[in-house]
């Protein structure tokens, strides 16, 4: 796992930052076979509300809905129909704008609070990274924290304990963005493969 932050940056400068490192890894294609998947930037940047309506058919409203009332229901129609519909793309793509709900660490999209600023890569169906404007305000933290504790009681789910050193940490952090990228996942794609088993230097049965 390669993962990065930006101090005083926005999230945009750390999806560029992503761009600039995948075209640098492919030499801008990756080779699957037959395919080619365009991965020169600017790539196609597309809110998961309209990933939804494209690929799903659903309303803006029906997505922010399940994704905070139904998770069962959006994560089953993201990896039955959204998902598959990106692998097929000969492009690579990112979703951004992910519902708040399901971003509890990054920050709120400035004139938008329904949804915040995550975003993830996606490449022939292959999900590469996943990246925030990072989330530095202890009091919205805690609050979030607090209801997520509240409703993993609901479900009869293990409430976990508030981490006090995270949150107190959190008001020292200036403003700032970050990414996770699987460097493995990433290497197999320029390997042309999407397997990481295929690109590992040795396997589990040799440790």
């Given at each position: 796992?390669?993962?990065?932050?930006?101090?005083?940056?926005g999230?945009?400068?750390?999806?560029?930052?992503?761009?600039?490192?995948?075209?640098?890894?492919?030499?801008g294609?990756?080779?699957?076979?037959?395919?080619?998947?365009?991965?020169?930037?600017?790539?196609?940047?597309?809110?998961?509300?309209?990933?939804?309506?494209?690929?799903?058919?659903?309303?803006?409203?029906?997505?922010?809905?399940?994704?905070?009332?139904?998770?069962?229901?959006?994560?089953?129609?993201?990896?039955?129909?959204?998902?598959?519909?990106?692998?097929?793309?000969?492009?690579?793509?990112?979703?951004?704008?992910?519902?708040?709900?399901?971003?509890?660490?990054?920050?709120?999209k400035?004139?938008?609070?329904?949804?915040?600023?995550?975003?993830?890569?996606?490449?022939?169906?292959?999900?590469?990274?996943?990246?925030?404007?990072?989330?530095?305000?202890?009091?919205?933290?805690?609050?979030?924290?607090?209801?997520?504790?509240?409703?993993?009681?609901?479900?009869?789910?293990?409430?976990?304990?508030?981490?006090?050193?995270?949150?107190?940490?959190?008001?020292?952090?200036?403003?700032?963005?970050?990414?996770?990228l699987?460097?493995?996942?990433?290497?197999?794609?320029?390997?042309?493969?999407?397997?990481?088993?295929d690109?590992?230097?040795?396997?589990?049965?040799?440790?």
């Amino acid at each position: 796992m390669l993962e990065w932050y930006r101090s005083n940056a926005g999230v945009d400068a750390v999806v560029e930052d992503t761009e600039q490192l995948v075209a640098a890894v492919t030499g801008g294609t990756v080779r699957l076979g037959a395919r080619a998947i365009d991965v020169r930037p600017p790539l196609e940047r597309l809110t998961v509300c309209d990933a939804f309506a494209r690929f799903a058919g659903w309303t803006e409203e029906a997505t922010l809905e399940a994704a905070a009332r139904d998770e069962d229901r959006y994560f089953r129609a993201l990896v039955d129909e959204v998902e598959p519909a990106l692998a097929a793309l000969d492009h690579g793509v990112f979703l951004v704008d992910y519902p708040a709900t399901q971003a509890s660490l990054a920050r709120r999209k400035p004139g938008d609070a329904r949804v915040a600023e995550r975003f993830e890569l996606y490449v022939a169906g292959v999900e590469l990274c996943n990246g925030f404007g990072e989330l530095v305000d202890p009091v919205e933290q805690r609050a979030r924290l607090v209801h997520d504790q509240k409703e993993r009681q609901k479900r009869g789910l293990p409430v976990y304990p508030i981490d006090e050193r995270f949150l107190e940490a959190l008001g020292r952090v200036a403003p700032s963005a970050g990414n996770a990228l699987g460097l493995d996942r990433l290497v197999a794609l320029a390997c042309g493969t999407t397997e990481i088993a295929d690109v590992l230097a040795f396997s589990a049965d040799e440790l």
